[in-house]
């Protein structure tokens, strides 16, 4: 059985963590991935608590997970703090290289790749249907591959899923 290990910086309880997991995990059921069969996922909600995403990002790292699904900036630089070697995917950052995630758009480096927010101008506001690429330069263990591109189309009230090749 693989593990994802998914460390949220928001509450479990929140209609937005609530909305995007269901999102998440239809596209799994999609892809052959069933939750108990050929794949567990170890959840950690932070509820925008920095110890808490520290301590949860050590507990994920610690569980040896295939993969770890990051949320926000936060969560990633946590996570990277914890270890590099596990491969980190993140969702919804900004800014990915100049908040130092990854080296570079085209070659991420390290292990962490993702898909992020271009934003419209200097506010924060998406920029509707701009799509953010990123090829990760590292591979998962068999069974469990991470889309070689991982993209998002990003436009107001999207949800982001991380895209998973067959189970």
Do not use: H
Not at 36 to 53: E, M, P, Q
Not at 55 to 80: F, H, K, M, N, W
Request: hydrophobic content about 45%; charged content about 15%; overall charge positive.
């Amino acid at each position: 059985m693989r593990r994802i290990g998914m460390l949220a910086a928001i509450a479990a309880d929140e209609p937005e963590a609530q909305a995007r997991n269901a999102s998440f995990l239809q596209r799994l059921g999609e892809l052959g991935w069933t939750v108990g069969r050929n794949v567990r996922i170890d959840y950690r909600w932070a509820a925008d608590n920095a110890d808490d995403i520290r301590r949860y990002a050590t507990e994920l790292v610690a569980l040896v997970p295939d993969v770890i699904l990051a949320t926000s900036g936060a969560t990633v630089g946590a996570l990277q703090q914890a270890s590099r070697s596990v491969p980190i995917v993140f969702a919804g950052t900004i800014d990915p290289v100049g908040n130092g995630f990854v080296d570079s758009l085209a070659r991420p480096g390290g292990n962490t790749t993702g898909f992020f927010r271009m934003l419209n101008g200097l506010t924060s506001t998406p920029s509707v249907g701009a799509t953010a690429w990123m090829t990760p330069n590292w591979a998962f263990p068999a069974g469990l591959a991470v889309s070689r591109r991982i993209a998002a189309r990003v436009v107001p009230g999207a949800t982001c899923v991380l895209l998973l090749e067959g189970a």
